[in-house]
């Protein structure tokens, strides 16, 4: 019977595998952590309808659960890939099992910015200066916070907060050039659900542009302006501490075309995303390319966006660049079949029947 390996067992990931059973296609699922759901695992709300992302993780893994043709491999990465398509031989670093596979999917997602690349804001120096993610697990009412935004420093309540849009994205000294594309939306989830669960806080969005887009995101801009979030268009040139622990900003506010001052209890970066920490590492074991932005590359990024460089190689969710969800479920339809379409056009080597 014909087998897919698929690397990474977040969304894309597992949607991959639970369309690929759909079509009658085995797969075994490699994921490098203990569990499957990468990023969105730990998302209590999600933009712009504010589900839970927990929940979607649950829902993907009762499918996978109710399919007798999917294999998990939590806990362990690919060690090395031999043969070619459609007579691919993986191995693996936990064990010395050879895994026969007539086509591999790459799902293993990105990473966030590293913010204290961006020295200026003062990531790691300050402690009340956190990232989007740090943010998002501070919101989120199961974490050891339990839903309360207090600052790192003290434990005082949290009641004035900036958001600093942008950060490690769009910035050609970081070697960044592109829009991270979802940041926009997901601070901006970020900034409503602070002000709902505080109507008396002091919410301050600096932004360079607004880019939010799809079926209910305008109305979530809208909604966060409605609540009386503050949005400021301008680049923050840097932050600084006071003894307090209080966070001090400089910006300029180019739509008035004045410099401002402004001290916080807390600044969340919108770090933007960059390519998965095994990029590299995983080019050279696969044969496949990277782009110049370091992501991976399709062969023809309009009309064949989840086919590499190498034939019987597939691509899935945010390998190619950032996604939302959504996007990166509908890869995971898309990448299926596509690979059932490649199987079926070529001869079943011996072993797989
Ligand atoms: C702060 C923040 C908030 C967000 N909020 C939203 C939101 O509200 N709504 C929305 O639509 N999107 C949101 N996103 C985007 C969302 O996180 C992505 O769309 C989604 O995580 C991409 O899924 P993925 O499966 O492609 O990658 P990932 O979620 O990154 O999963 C990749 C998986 O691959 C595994 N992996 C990596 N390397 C290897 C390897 N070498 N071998 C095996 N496994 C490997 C990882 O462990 C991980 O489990 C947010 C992003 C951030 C940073
Ligand atoms: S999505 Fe918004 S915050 Fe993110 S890089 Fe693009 S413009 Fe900046």
């Given at each position: 019977m014909e087998q897919v390996v698929i690397l990474g067992g977040g969304v894309a990931g597992m949607q991959t595998a639970a369309a690929l059973s759909d079509l009658g296609i085995k797969s075994v699922i490699i994921e490098k952590q203990s569990e499957l759901g990468g990023k969105v695992k730990t998302y209590?709300?999600?933009?712009?309808?504010?589900?839970?992302?927990?929940?979607?993780v649950k829902y993907l893994e009762s499918k996978l659960q109710s399919s007798s043709l999917i294999n998990i491999k939590t806990g362990t990465e690919i060690s090395s890939v031999t043969g070619s398509a459609p007579d691919f031989q993986v191995r693996l670093t936990a064990d010395s099992q050879?895994?026969?596979?007539?086509?591999?999917?790459?799902?293993?997602?990105?990473?966030?910015?590293?913010?204290?690349?961006?020295?200026?804001?003062g990531y790691s120096v300050y402690p009340n200066v956190i990232t989007a993610t740090e943010m998002e697990h501070m919101l989120d009412f199961e974490s050891d916070t339990h839903g309360e935004l207090t600052r790192p420093?003290?434990?005082?309540?949290?009641?004035?907060?900036?958001?600093?849009?942008?950060?490690?994205?769009r910035s050609e000294k970081l070697g960044h050039n592109y829009c991270s594309r979802i940041c926009c939306s997901f601070t901006i989830k970020q900034a409503i659900e602070i002000k709902e669960?505080?109507?008396d806080a002091w919410v301050t969005c600096f932004y360079i542009d607004i880019r939010t887009y799809?079926?209910?995101?305008?109305?979530?801009?809208?909604?966060?302006?409605?609540?009386?979030?503050?949005?400021?268009?301008?680049?923050?040139?840097?932050?600084?501490?006071?003894p307090n622990g209080d966070i001090t900003l400089k910006a300029e506010d180019t739509?008035?075309?004045?410099?401002?001052?402004?001290?916080?209890?807390?600044?969340?970066?919108?770090?933007?995303m960059t390519p998965c920490v095994d990029a590299v590492k995983l080019m050279r074991i696969l044969g496949i390319r990277v782009d110049e932005d370091g992501f991976f590359t399709s062969i023809d990024t309009e009309t064949q966006p989840?086919?590499?460089?190498?034939?019987?190689?597939?691509?899935?969710?945010?390998?190619?660049?950032?996604?939302?969800?959504?996007?990166?479920?509908?890869?995971?339809?898309?990448?299926?079949?596509?690979?059932?379409g490649f199987i079926k056009t070529q001869v079943v080597p011996q072993g797989f029947v």
């Open positions: 209590d709300k999600i933009f712009p309808f504010f589900q839970s992302g927990k929940e979607i050879r895994i026969p596979a007539q086509a591999i999917v790459v799902a293993t997602g990105f990473e966030p910015f590293d913010a204290s690349l961006q020295e200026e804001y420093s003290d434990g005082k309540p949290a009641k004035r907060v900036a958001m600093i849009f942008c950060a490690g994205s669960r505080r109507p799809g079926r209910g995101f305008e109305e979530m801009y809208r909604k966060a302006q409605e609540l009386g979030i503050k949005f400021i268009r301008g680049r923050v040139a840097e932050c600084g501490m006071l739509i008035q075309g004045k410099p401002i001052r402004g001290t916080f209890d807390l600044v969340s970066l919108s770090t933007g989840n086919i590499s460089s190498r034939e019987g190689i597939f691509l899935a969710g945010a390998v190619t660049g950032l996604k939302p969800i959504p996007d990166c479920i509908s890869d995971g339809n898309a990448v299926a079949a596509k690979v059932a």
